[in-house]
């Protein structure tokens, strides 16, 4: 399973943008995600922006005053960008209506990342990346849900301040007004939570409420908070129902349950709360000290810790 990240992205584009001719004067973004790489090539180059529509109909959109001499009458090449590319279909129905607006101008495509094979349908990609493959910004979105397994408190909700999380009164009120972090588009095929199952009714009402399907709701059989955190053991319960499971993704909030749901499950395991997809035996210290490298490291420590995943994973790349 490759993942990719909005700092993937961000990262990928910075260090590739010689790949963009410097003739080039308008950035298009492909609706919607493509909008995202864009919009950050966009900046990065210091170019106008628009969107498909935009660039039939002869308008840009708005910037701010570093941008307002732009005009779309000087305009000489254009760059259509998509996030990614795969059957070519979403690439395609741009071209069509960009040929049928008969432009005066030079227009490429391009796309960040390209699935192997389907670079015939544009002059410029960043990354080939193989499938299954699932991005931040779309993975909630993603007919991957339909086969993982998923948590709630800190995936779906933010988890309970300490001050709620009482087993009692202030916990009721929590499960029943907390927000939404993000209400999933398709049907998530299990929801795994270490919520207890006294809280079942309401959590299904919540959940209902709040327009999340689900297929199964499993949650925690024991009688009250105080033993439950006595037991302590989270990520291995979560482990053991992910390996029983036939799904293939677990998303679970906490990057230290993470690392021991997927060496149980044998199974990979994105974890929220630092963006990484977790594979067995993946060691959280390769996060850790990254973390600590000053910033002019990152770039290169990441892409040294992708060539150690490919060689421990290489049928996950």
Known sequence: MNYRSISDLNQLISQQLDKVPFTVDL????????????????LKRNLPLTDVA?????????????????????????????????SGASINVAKNQIVNAKL???????????????????????????????????????????????????????????????DGDKYLHFLRTVSPLVVPTGVIKTLVTCRLEKY??????????????????????????????RWGKHGEYKGEIYRRSSACLFIESNVSQACKIADIAMKPVLAIDVNQMIFPGTKRVIKEVGSRLPTYFRYRFNVLKQGILRRIYPQSY
């Open 27 to 42: 950035i298009v973004g492909v609706p919607r995600s493509g909008l995202l790489a864009a919009n950050l090539l966009a």
């Open 54 to 86: 935009g660039l039939c109909e002869g308008r840009l959109l708005q910037s701010g005053q570093r941008g307002n001499k732009f005009r779309f009458e000087n305009v000489k090449y254009a760059l259509v960008i998509d996030d990614s590319v795969y």
């Open 104 to 166: 005066p101008f030079r227009v490429d495509y391009a796309t960040v990342y390209i699935a192997p094979g389907a670079q015939e349908h544009v002059d410029i990609f960043f990354e080939e990346c193989s499938l299954p493959r699932v991005f931040e910004w779309n993975i909630m979105h993603h007919e991957v849900i339909k086969n993982a397994c998923v948590d709630i408190d800190g995936v779906l909700c933010r988890d309970p301040f300490d001050d709620e999380n009482d």
């Open 200 to 229: 079942r009714n309401i959590t299904e009402e919540w959940l209902t409420f709040n327009g999340v399907r689900y297929g199964e709701l499993i949650m925690l059989d024991m009688p009250d908070g105080e033993t439950r955190r």
